[in-house]
């Protein structure tokens, strides 16, 4: 049984950071693909940021030059650096996982990000 646990969110003024974390409870190496989620009141959940598990990484134009996703295989670990942070990405970010292609299966709990202006 997968479990992906988020951690790392907050209350931040705007033009901050905060880091996100989702510690995996077995290898990240089968997954085909990590990602981070967010999803604000009265709006559908969207992609912020995917990484594969060859490296490669795509974002939403939404935070292209402020956010950075990574991730340690030693650690099991998958995180968000997101700089500059601005009110509009205040929502409840989760942390998301897949082994095959296709949509994402393996879902966290959720961690809240709460920017203010």
């Known amino acids: 049984q997968v479990q992906l646990v988020e951690s790392g969110g907050g209350l931040v003024q705007a033009g901050g950071s905060l880091r996100l974390s989702c510690a995996a409870s077995?290898?990240?190496?089968?997954?085909?693909?990590m990602g981070w989620y967010r999803q604000a009141p009265g709006n559908e959940r969207e992609l912020v940021a995917q990484?594969?598990?060859?490296?490669?990484?795509n974002y939403a134009d939404s935070v292209k030059g402020r956010f950075t996703i990574s991730r340690d295989n030693a650690k099991n670990t998958l995180y968000l650096q997101m700089n500059s942070l601005k009110p509009e990405d205040t929502a409840e970010y989760y942390c998301?996982?897949?082994?095959?292609?296709?949509?994402?299966?393996?879902w966290g709990q959720g961690t809240q990000v709460t920017v203010s202006s």
């Open positions: 990484i594969y598990s060859g490296g490669s990484t």
């Open positions: 077995g290898s990240i190496f089968s997954f085909n693909a």
């Open positions: 998301a996982a897949k082994k095959l292609l296709g949509v994402f299966v393996y």
